[in-house]
């Protein structure tokens, strides 16, 4: 079988302009083709015909679609026979996709759950139409949906009195179908969507494989209900409006990510037509296949929900930014308000302003950075949610590091030494998920210095060995000969970071009182001393990068007059060395690779634990 879709081998082969006219008549105009709509009665001419996209589309009935859809509508085929027939018809040899047709059974169940479906998009439509009652009428008056709006996205209404199940039986479709399209509830024969306001989902094909329906009484829960999964919908596989909007997505190589089908329509309306949105989920890899070569621009509400959303769509984004040639952009929403709300607010005046306000990825993450700084009273919380953000940091090329790096220094938020330290503890690729998911983000940290505690291990070389089972001699046996080699890098690299992020004004304001409570293992007292001389330099407002910390130590050393004192010093001084090694060439990377540990471990140091947990200390 060839690896080639045969939809788009199909396609490829036609030429739209020439199978539809010969069908009807068409008369050109400009790029396109004008003629008679053939699937409804009309006088003037409003079906459009483009041979550049290989796409028609009636603006009076709303059918529309690619030269299979065509052949669907006009010889009332399925997709299966549309295609067939089209091969036979225009001679295309498609003997290597022998394995598709032999794969019928499926696509024969697949066909008949699609005309199911057909048919409810059908029934839901008429309702809305013809059979409004006085509740959706006073629905669509308050989301000022219009009749134009209606036709453009196919709405429909699903009563709670009309039977999708007689519909469907009058109509013939088999049992089979009925039951496997997610159009019945789990109770007996009963609707799935009552009184809902119902948006169909097509796939990229302009297939209808599912719904989603709004509550429109503003009682039930959920308010949106979306079609259960079948063999025909898969919600990683579909965006809303996605086969409306294809033809402004290929235009512009760009694409506007909200969230729900009423931002979308709000964006339509204010002329952006280039807009899709998720169903209940996040972006996938298949959705970002479908997207080869777009730049994103994500468009959410900017309250916490939404701020969570964007960084989670983020994550995928960069971590499929070369494999599909993308690019990501983001809305500058100051408001804390949807696409849709935005709209309502002057009918659409603001929102198209506000939509077309757009930044690039170093703008954000700035932005980012700033608003902690700005809602963070609190030094550590503001430091463990830097942390967080250079999860995302991590995956810019080197220029744009640069950039973002130089921004930051020049504003004051962040010192280029902490900066690459907290980089360096970011391995690509290898995202907690803290930022998107955690309810608990940046701006609702409320830890207080007070607070804080340690963990008594963090330091700990026996660490391997606190989680080993003891019965296993010959594995904590090896684990001892390990930790003999590698134990005193590992340190290093802990109080590398401290010492580093000491040169920052807010970590040392609250570090410094709680650092001399904690307990250490013998073998850490003179690291732990180094710090303590570092953090009294740096109450005499002096620097203390590990290089700082040498000068200072030589010249202690040279004014020392004690023996004692001196051997002490220069054993600072070797220590104060290897410090600074840890920043060199790629000491530092090569033994956070080999030290899996070490992100739990440096957690530990910053992070505030429970203080009812027994391992912990003031």
């Known amino acids: 079988m060839s690896k080639e879709n045969i939809w788009d081998f199909i396609i490829s082969k ?3 302009v020439n199978i539809i006219g010969q069908y009807i008549p068409l008369t050109k105009q400009g790029k396109n083709y004008k003629a008679n709509c053939p699937f409804h009665s009309e006088k003037t001419p409003s079906f459009i015909v483009s041979a550049e996209k290989q796409f028609f589309k009636c603006f009076g009935c709303g059918k529309s679609g690619n030269v299979i859809k065509f052949i669907e509508f006009k010889e009332n085929l399925n997709s299966i026979e549309a295609l067939k027939f089209l091969a036979q018809k225009e001679n295309i040899d498609i003997s290597s996709f022998d394995k598709f047709f032999l794969e019928s059974n499926i696509s024969s169940e697949q066909q008949k759950i699609l005309d199911a479906l057909e048919v409810a998009n059908n029934f839901f439509r008429y309702q809305i139409i013809f059979e409004k009652n006085e509740a959706i009428e006073n629905y669509l008056k308050k989301r000022k949906l219009s009749a134009e709006i ?8 699903a009563s709670a009195n009309k039977s999708i199940y007689a519909k469907l039986k009058d109509s013939e479709i088999e049992d ?5 399209s997610s159009l019945l509830s789990n109770f007996g024969n009963q609707n799935f969507f009552n009184d809902r306001l119902i948006f169909p989902i097509h796939d990229k094909y302009g297939n209808i494989v599912a719904f989603s329906g709004r509550d429109i009484s503003e009682l039930a829960n959920p308010k949106y209900l979306n079609s259960a999964e079948t063999i025909v919908f898969r919600k990683n596989d579909v965006m809303f409006n996605y086969f409306h909007s294809l033809d402004e997505i290929n235009q512009t190589n760009e694409v506007y990510l909200v969230e729900g089908q009423f931002d979308c329509i709000a964006l339509w309306k204010v002329g952006i037509k280039n807009v899709v949105a998720l169903m209940g989920t996040s972006l996938s890899t298949n959705h970002l296949k479908e997207l080869t070569n ?5 468009f959410f509400d900017n309250d916490e929900a939404g701020k969570n959303a964007t960084f989670k769509n983020l994550k995928i984004i960069l971590e ?20 849709d709300e935005l709209y309502n607010l002057d009918d659409g005046i603001s929102l ?27 030094e550590i919380a503001k430091l463990n949610a830097y942390e967080m953000l250079f999860e995302y940091v991590s995956y810019l090329h080197d220029q744009w590091i640069i950039i973002l790096q130089e921004k930051l220094e020049k504003s004051n938020l962040i010192s280029k030494d902490l900066f690459y330290s907290l980089l360096k503890n970011k391995k690509k690729n290898k995202f907690s998920y803290q930022l998107a998911d955690n309810p608990n983000s940046s701006k609702n940290l409320k830890y207080q210095s007070d607070d804080l505690r340690f963990n008594q291990y963090a330091f700990d070389s026996s660490i391997e060995q606190f989680n080993l089972d003891k019965k296993n001699k010959k594995a904590q046996a090896k684990i001892e000969l390990q930790n003999k080699i590698s134990f005193h890098r590992t340190t290093l690299i802990d109080f590398y970071i401290i010492v580093t992020s000491l040169s920052q004004d807010f970590f040392n304001k609250d570090f410094v009182r709680n650092f001399k409570n904690i307990s250490f293992t013998d073998a850490n007292q003179n ?19 590990p290089k700082d910390i040498i000068s200072f130590l030589q010249e202690d050393i040279a004014q020392k007059n004690s023996s004692n004192d001196n051997v002490k010093y220069e054993e600072f001084l070797k220590i104060a060395k290897e410090l600074e090694n840890c920043s060199k060439d790629d000491l530092f990377d090569k033994l956070m690779d080999n030290k899996e540990h070490f992100q739990k471990k440096y957690q530990g140091l910053r992070s505030l634990k429970n203080k009812n ?5 003031s």
């Open 176 to 180: 089979f179908a009925i039951y496997n």
């Open 320 to 339: 499929n930014l070369k494999k599909f040639n993308l690019n990501v952009s983001f809305i500058n929403n100051s408001l804390n308000k949807d696409p």
């Open 527 to 545: 690291l732990k001393k180094l710090v303590d001389y570092a953090i009294n330099k740096r109450m005499e407002n002096e620097n203390c990068s």
């Open 613 to 617: 947990k027994k391992k912990f200390i």
């Open 352 to 378: 198209k302003k506000i939509a077309l306000n757009k930044i690039d990825l170093i703008e954000f993450l700035f932005n980012a950075f700033d608003e902690i700084n700005k809602e963070n009273a609190n």
């Open 14 to 16: 036609c030429d739209i």
């Open 150 to 157: 209606i036709k453009e996205f196919e709405l429909g209404f």
């Open 294 to 298: 777009k730049n994103i621009i994500l």
